[in-house]
């Protein structure tokens, strides 16, 4: 037992016990670019950030009268008890008229067909500018259609 004991000193005594700490790891110091300004994209010649949206004349307000004025609840959408909200995408030319109607998200398919006849039918556009010229844009607008 004193040859275990004397044995276990003598071999504990022998390690040595580093008090030294791995040094830290290196410090990388990642800094982040300032977010950029959206970018005056062109694809298709269609300008996705003009410095002026497109806009119906007379803003909105007018826009709301013109779609009230001509909008044609359709009759099987009624009977059913359909509303909803219609998300259309277009593109407003440079002389302010209005192509490619799409819908992007739909409510039912006559609802949806109505929504699209509503922008085909709109009246010129004011169109976007870049700077001072007249460019070509994307636009989106949601329709929207209750029942009294």
């Known amino acids: ?19 030294e700490t ?12 300032p977010p950029e300004k959206p970018t005056k994209q062109k694809r298709n010649g269609i ?4 410095d002026v949206h497109a806009e119906f004349n007379g803003g909105t307000e007018a826009m709301q009268k013109f779609i009230s004025a001509n909008v044609k ?11 909803g909200k219609v998300y259309l ?9 209005i192509e490619g109607v799409t819908v ?5 398919t006559s609802l949806d067909r109505e ?17 001072k010229r007249k460019v070509k844009t994307v636009c989106r607008l949601p329709i929207n259609f209750t029942l009294n």
């Not at 593109?91 to 008229?97: E, Y």
């Not at 992007?104 to 039912?108: K, L, W």
């Not at 929504?115 to 700077?131: D, F, N, Q, S």
């Open 1 to 19: 037992m004193k040859q275990t004991i004397l044995l276990l000193f003598l071999a504990f005594n022998s390690m040595t016990f580093s008090q």
């Open 22 to 33: 791995p040094p830290p790891p290196p410090v990388v110091i990642v800094s982040t670019p």
């Open 47 to 50: 300008v996705e950030f003009p």
């Open 73 to 83: 609840y359709p009759n099987d959408a009624i009977e059913k008890g359909i509303h």
């Open 89 to 97: 995408r277009f593109v407003v030319k440079k002389n302010g008229k």
């Open 104 to 108: 992007e998200r739909g409510v039912h």
């Open 115 to 131: 929504a699209k006849r509503l922008i085909e039918i709109m009246p010129k556009w004011t169109p976007a500018k870049l700077g």
